[in-house]
């Protein structure tokens, strides 16, 4: 056992490990989530259903195979506490959790057949220090845990910090999208059918620019997954 492990064992003692969600102390069996809040995971299971609410809202904005999310972000549900952990209070473990159980649904479907290789939505450098680290990657290595395809980081590149979209006219937003993300090395990506990862879908415009940039790689195809939609 390590130092690390004998500290956690200790103050496990005094501070039980609790459920995310409820606030209920967890079984030594659970992590992050008790059975009874993961059993009230709003899934969608829209991997099987073809135009879909994402399809529907995304389409014709960047070319696309499938869009699939794991869970519907209602307010007062289960996800959103789950996702405002993961991002504002360093629940890293919740990413790789949720990753994993949204992987193990997606194994061995039609939607995820042609998939090859999973891509994260990056922060700016900037960002990932600021929060330690990215929580798309955390969902994505869940993903590739569960499923057993490989995961690309450092390719897919964000270059602009924070863009204020406000104030802007239609052309200067469209170019702002346009120069979010670059791809360092086009060739990767060429001919790879990639699942491009992020943490929610609201207005997709973040994924929508990730797409911009991937599209210029040759023949490149993309399918997306997210682990909330909120529209
Ligand atoms: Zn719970």
């Known amino acids: 056992m390590s130092r690390n492990d004998l500290l956690s064992e200790f103050f496990s003692l005094f501070f039980p490990k609790v459920c995310a969600v409820c606030g209920e102390e967890l079984l030594s069996s659970e992590e992050s989530l008790c059975l009874r809040c993961m059993y009230k995971l709003p899934r969608t299971n829209n991997f099987r259903e073809k135009e879909n ?72 450098p900037r960002k990932e220090r600021q929060r330690g680290y990215n929580q798309a990657y955390l969902i994505a290595k869940g993903l590739s845990e569960a499923t057993g395809l490989p995961l690309s980081t450092g390719n897919l590149i964000r270059v602009i910090y924070n863009p204020t979209q406000t104030r802007r006219t239609r052309t200067q937003r469209w170019e702002n999208v346009r120069d979010i993300f670059r791809i360092a090395h086009p060739e990767f990506f060429q001919d790879k059918h990639l699942l491009l990862v992020d943490d929610v879908i609201t207005t997709g415009s973040t994924l929508e620019a990730c797409g911009i940039a991937l599209n210029r790689c040759r023949g490149v195809k993309i399918s997306i997954a997210t682990l909330g939609e909120v529209f």
């Open 53 to 124: 609410a994402a399809e529907k809202l995304m389409a014709g904005r960047i070319p696309f195979e499938r869009i699939a999310t794991f869970c519907v972000y209602t307010k007062g549900g289960v996800l959103p506490p789950l996702i405002h952990q993961l991002k504002y209070h360093q629940r890293k473990e919740i990413g790789l959790l949720l990753g994993r159980l949204f992987g193990e649904d997606l194994s061995g479907s039609l939607f995820l057949e042609p998939v090859e290789m999973i891509v994260p939505v990056p922060l700016h």
